[in-house]
């Protein structure tokens, strides 16, 4: 089946600290998108990436397409950046089946 | 835009009896989604629909399983009867059409126990 690995699976940075999260994918990547879930349990929406790069804010992300990756680059960590980051992608074939991955459990510390 | 509306937050329920999870999509999306969320086995799709329509439901863990979307804003999750391993947070999403290249957002979650 298709695989989804996240890395690395736990960070622990100093505030204003620079971070990359990676995310592979066995299959080809189509829809990818970003997640970050807040100690609170919530899930946002970060970026709809499938290609390319997109900045907000102090995040950004690339996703190259032809090589089954995406990077998550956060910049000047804050604390509330804390929480568990997820990237997703659907199953091909034209379906909504997205696969998330393992995550990456981020911590900033004051 | 409310986003995806969810309840209850909170569910306590004994094993045997029947429990009902809501979801409220925001409003215009065409699809809908039902995750769970174990630390076990992370994040799994359970069912989607289109346009309230179930498209892929191998999701669904078993028959004590049902969702349905009787109209574009409303779809409910029903385990009957529940189990202690059916303890999780389950989630609620909704979209656009993907060919308009449309993020996924999430409700908040519904916390279930099962005792």
């Known amino acids: 089946g298709i695989q989804v690995e996240q890395s690395p699976p736990d960070l622990i940075l100093q505030e204003g600290a620079n971070s990359t999260l990676r995310c592979n994918f066995s299959?080809?990547?189509?829809?990818l998108q970003w997640f970050h879930q807040n100690p609170w349990g919530q899930l946002i929406n970060l970026f709809y990436?499938?290609?390319g790069t997109k900045q907000n804010g102090r995040l950004s992300a690339t996703t190259v397409a032809t090589e089954r990756y995406s990077l998550l680059y956060i910049s000047s960590s804050q604390t509330t950046d804390s929480g568990v980051y997820f990237c997703?992608?659907?199953?091909?074939?034209?379906?909504?089946?997205?696969?998330f991955g393992t995550g990456t459990r981020l911590k900033v510390l004051a | 835009d409310a986003g995806v509306i969810q309840s209850p937050r909170h569910e306590v329920t004994e094993m045997g009896q029947e429990v009902t999870l809501r979801c409220k999509p925001i409003?215009?999306?065409?699809?809908l989604f039902w995750y769970r969320q174990t630390m076990m086995r992370g994040l799994e799709l359970l069912i989607y629909?289109?346009?309230?329509?179930?498209?892929?439901d191998s999701g669904m863990p078993e028959d004590r399983f049902s969702a349905k979307m009787p109209n574009a804003s409303f779809s409910t999750l029903k385990i009957q009867p529940s189990e202690p391993r059916d303890s999780a947070v389950y989630f609620c999403?909704?979209?656009?059409?993907?060919?308009?290249?449309?993020?996924?957002?999430f409700g908040n979650g519904t916390r279930l126990t099962v005792t």
């Open positions: 299959d080809s990547v189509n829809n």
């Open positions: 997703a992608d659907p199953v091909p074939s034209g379906t909504y089946k997205y696969i």
């Open positions: 990436i499938p290609s």
């Open positions: 409003s215009g999306h065409d699809y």
């Open positions: 629909f289109n346009n309230n329509v179930p498209i892929d």
């Open positions: 999403a909704s979209s656009f059409d993907w060919q308009d290249h449309s993020p996924l957002h």
